[in-house]
Structures are given as C-alpha cells and as structure tokens.
C-alpha cells in the first residue's frame, strides 16, 4: 500500500521549494500549515491535496495528521513548532523528519524520553534532514569510519548561498545566546569569536571562527566523538566584530529589539532565487583527530544550502517512505550512512587527506 506524507509549513520559502522539488521528482505529499489562503492556492497550482491546522492545540495536530504516515515539518523556528509536531506524530504513528539547526531542537529530539517513545511506537524521528546538518553529519561518519578512536572533531562549511527568511529569523532568535562547543561530551556555551584559524573548506586557505550550528548536538550522536566545534570562514575584522557582539547580547536578547528585526525581515527578506540557487555550491569541510595525534581530513562540494535541503529531504523522504526501519531517534547519517551526501544531486565524491 501507498504510504502517505506531508509537507508541514508548505508555504513557507524552503517548504515551498520541496513541495516543488517533489513534484518535479513525480512525489505527491499533502500539504499543510496554518495558513488556509496560501496552502489551498499553492495545492490547487501543484494539484495536491492540502489540509490546514495550526500547531497550538494537540487534539488539532492529531487531527490534521489523521492517516499520514510520515511528516516533513519545514514551519521554524523549530524551538517553537518542533515539539508540538513530535507529539502528535507519536501519537498517531508517523515519522517525523524536520530541516531545523537549531541545537536545543536536536536534542529535544534524541533526548531519552522522546528516543525511548519513538521505539516503544515504531516512529523514527530524524531532526536536521537538510543542510544542516545532512552534509556535515555525513562528513563526521565519514571522519569515523577513517579514524574510530577519534577524540576531536572539527566541522564547517561555505558557501555564498543568500539566505532564507526563516533561517534569517532563527539567526535572530540566536542572537540572544552565545557560541558553543562540545566538549568532553557536554554541550559548553563558550563567547562568540573565542576560537578562531585558518581553514581550506575547499576554495583555498580563510580565516574561519566557530559558530553554534547544529553537530554540536548531532555529529555526537552520529560519532560519539566527545569534543566537536563547528566553523565558517570569517575575515579577521568580522571576527572582531563579533567578539563585540558578546558586549551587546542583553540588548538583542530584548524584545523590542527582536521584533524590530523579525518585522524588517518579513519586509525585507525572500531567500535567493533560482539564479542564486544554481551558481552557489557549498563546501564542507571536516577534520578528526586521535590521542595519539593523528589527523584526517574530508572535504566535499554539494548543491547550494537551499537545493541541497530539498533534495536531501527528499531523499531522506523517499527512503524512509520504502525502507523497514525500526523507531527510536536518529541522525541522517546513522540512518542512511555516510554516502547519503554523495548520492545527491549537485555532490561531489569526499576527497579525504
Ligand atoms: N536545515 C537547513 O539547512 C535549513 C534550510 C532552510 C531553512 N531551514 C529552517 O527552516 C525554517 C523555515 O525557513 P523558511 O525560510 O522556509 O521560513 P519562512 O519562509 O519564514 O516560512 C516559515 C513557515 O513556517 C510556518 N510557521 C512559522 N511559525 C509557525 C507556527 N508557530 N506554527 C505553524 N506554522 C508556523 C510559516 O507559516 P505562516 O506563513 O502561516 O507564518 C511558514 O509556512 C527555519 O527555521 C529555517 O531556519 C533550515
């Protein structure tokens, strides 16, 4: 029998990508959010089935996802809409698979209670099929299986990708937090800017400082490496400025400062278009060492940050939609393996030093 899927936050810029995507890939989800307008004209144009329910009542949720059997949730912040949605997929036995980076929503979704509900009803949870975290986790499994008693790990990324109102709005929701690492297997909140070198995430040597993305709390469940920090390349004079940055934090942590900047968004910002989307690759980079001092590097270059979580999320999709996998909470690359990321449109194969 068909499996059914869902597309949650369908028209919100990434959600509405995927929803294309899928239906260029010959896929036919449902389409939901809370905003019946803009659901029910996108469906109609895709010829898609669409429902509309908010995220505020439990019974509501459980409603609108009556006969799914899994859920792409693309509505963020996640910190806000991820829980809701983890509920009610438990409750009536759907996969949940969301495109958040956010640390705190990574570890909501592996924590022991929600791990050992997701076993206990045979729903997978995988947080983070997008790119965040699908390249660098996959380069983390890679950096494990070349070197198994790794200690540290060092993760980043660049690209010139432009950038998404959400992903803009969840910046700005970070704004109020500082930097973190994790180290001896607890997430550490350490000052922006503290750490800072030189890094070839694979378009030659740059400055590069460590920022808060989402393997803190993933590539530890991917690698049980217990020391990970994660980078993007960064000119010294940015660094600087972001070393001021943790001066201001109780100022943009205020809330006439928050909403000030998220109505600038909703006015200014629509995400990089097509033209932006094909000419910006991204480049990850990755880096594991031993006790005894021994190194390995991966590099890989993949789509653009906005195609590459659409055809991730596909593909995680697609997969999980024909495969027999047992519930309980995991990362892209513990539930497809390391090559998941070579296996998509726009990769290249990992060049490892
Ligand atoms: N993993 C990755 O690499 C990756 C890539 C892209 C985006 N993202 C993340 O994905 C999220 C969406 O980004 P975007 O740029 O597509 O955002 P966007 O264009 O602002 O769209 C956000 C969507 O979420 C819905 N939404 C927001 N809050 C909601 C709530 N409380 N209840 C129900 N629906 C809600 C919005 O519905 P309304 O229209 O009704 O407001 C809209 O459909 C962000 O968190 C972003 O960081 C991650």
């Known amino acids: 029998m068909e499996r059914t899927w869902m597309i949650y936050g369908a028209n919100g810029y990434t959600g509405e990508l995927i929803a294309r995507t899928a239906v260029e890939q010959g896929l036919k989800p449902i389409l939901a959010g809370r905003n019946l307008e803009r659901i029910h004209s996108l469906a109609n144009e895709l010829g898609l089935e669409s429902r509309v329910f908010s995220l505020k009542e439990q019974n509501q949720i459980e409603l609108g996802l009556v006969g799914i059997n899994l859920v792409l949730h693309c509505a963020g912040p996640f910190s806000i809409t991820s829980a ?17 980076g956010e640390i ?87 000052s922006l800017g503290k750490k800072s070198r030189t890094i070839d995430f694979g378009r030659g040597p740059r400055t590069a400082m460590t920022i808060p993305w989402g393997d803190i709390s993933t590539a530890y469940h991917t690698t049980g490496i217990a020391n990970i920090d994660t980078w993007v390349p960064m000119s010294t004079y940015k660094i600087i400025g972001a070393r001021s940055m943790n001066l201001i934090r109780p100022i943009l942590a205020t809330s006439f400062v928050q909403k000030t900047l ?23 980079w990755g880096e594991a060492r031993n006790a005894a001092g021994e190194k390995r590097t991966v590099r890989i270059k993949t789509a653009n940050v906005y195609s590459l979580t659409a055809f991730g999320a596909l593909a995680v999709v697609t997969r999980l939609l024909n495969a027999d996998v047992p519930g309980g909470s995991y990362t892209p690359a513990s539930l497809f393996g390391s090559e998941l990321i070579e296996e998509l449109p726009g990769s290249g194969k990992f060049q490892v030093f």
């Open 262 to 284: 998220l109505k600038w968004v909703d006015r200014s910002i629509s995400g990089p278009d097509e033209e932006v989307r094909k000419n910006s690759p991204a480049y990850i």
């Open 84 to 100: 809701p949605m983890i509920e009610g997929c438990l409750a009536v036995g759907a996969d949940y698979l969301d495109i958040t």
């Open 104 to 190: 705190g929503v990574f570890e909501h979704t592996h924590a022991f209670e929600q791990a050992n509900r997701a076993i206990e009803t045979g729903v997978v949870l995988c947080s983070g099929v997008g790119f965040d975290v699908i390249p660098t986790d996959c380069v983390a499994l890679k950096l494990k299986e070349l070197l198994p008693n790794a200690t540290h790990l060092s993760l980043g990324f660049d690209s010139d990708s432009g950038i998404s109102p959400g992903t803009f709005k969840t910046m700005i929701q970070g704004l109020s937090s500082p930097s973190a690492e994790r180290q001896d297997g607890v997430i550490t909140k350490v």
